[in-house]
């Protein structure tokens, strides 16, 4: 079964600046697709950006970035120019071709950023 | 374009009541899926369809959780009766088969006294 880890419970930046959050999973397949929400107060789930297995290139959303580490099984996301808006509880997410549709989630990390 | 609509956005019960959580996905989307969120467990997927049929409801916790979906813009989540260890986020999410990408409704927060 896939699992996704994510080792930092809570980060700060301070505004402007970068933060990278970090995400590792194990899985045996080659092709599979890799996620990060973010969750604010609102409880919304909303969706960050967004990593074919496939592709070598990294994506990238504006001030969103991933390092996609596939021989590592790595995928972490970086955000530049940090604003107050982005503080949430971002997970990372992980999709099977092959397993259906399920969604596994790692647990969370909580970002805060100060002014 | 409305997103996922889940209704109501909470619900306080007592311990022994019917519950039902309702939820449209977005429109043309083949897939629903119902998720939970705890503190304890995270997000644990509960069941989802595929054109309105149920294809995996593994992570349903026991019989007292029944998911339905009648029609293509419908579905419900019922726990009966409900129990205080029920109490979480019920999170409704769609995507279209074209789509790698599951949209999620802003939840209903639930709590059973």
């Known amino acids: 079964a896939q699992t996704v880890t994510q080792s930092q419970p809570e980060m700060s930046v301070q505004e402007a600046e970068t933060v990278t959050l970090s995400c590792t999973y194990d899985?045996?397949?080659?092709?599979?697709?890799l996620f990060w929400y973010k969750q604010p107060p609102s409880r919304q789930m909303i969706l960050v950006i967004r990593?074919?297995?496939?592709?070598?290139q990294n994506a990238t959303e504006n001030r969103f970035s991933v390092n996609f580490q596939k021989a590592a099984k790595s995928f972490s996301l970086k955000i530049s120019d940090s604003q107050l808006g982005d503080a949430a509880m971002y997970f990372c997410?992980?999709?099977?071709?092959?397993?259906?549709?399920?969604?596994?989630f790692g647990a969370g990390t909580i970002l805060r950023v100060k002014s | 374009d409305a997103g996922v609509i889940q209704s109501p956005r909470h619900e306080v019960t007592e311990m022994g009541q019917e519950v039902t959580l309702r939820c449209k996905p977005i429109?043309?989307?083949?897939?629903l899926f119902w998720y939970r969120q705890t503190m304890m467990r995270g997000l644990e997927l509960l069941i989802y369809?595929?054109?309105?049929?149920?294809?995996?409801d593994s992570g349903m916790p026991e019989d007292r959780f029944s998911a339905k979906m009648p029609n293509a813009s419908f579905s419900t989540l019922k726990i009966q009766p409900s129990e205080p260890r029920d109490s979480a986020v019920y999170f409704c999410?769609?995507?279209?088969?074209?789509?790698?990408?599951?949209?999620f409704g802003p939840g209903t927060r639930l709590t059973v006294l």
């Open positions: 429109s043309g989307h083949d897939y």
């Open positions: 997410a992980y999709r099977s071709p092959t397993y259906g549709n399920k969604l596994v």
């Open positions: 899985t045996s397949e080659s092709d599979y697709y």
């Open positions: 999410a769609s995507r279209a088969a074209s789509n790698h990408t599951q949209y």
């Open positions: 369809f595929n054109n309105n049929v149920p294809i995996d």
């Open positions: 990593q074919e297995a496939y592709k070598q």
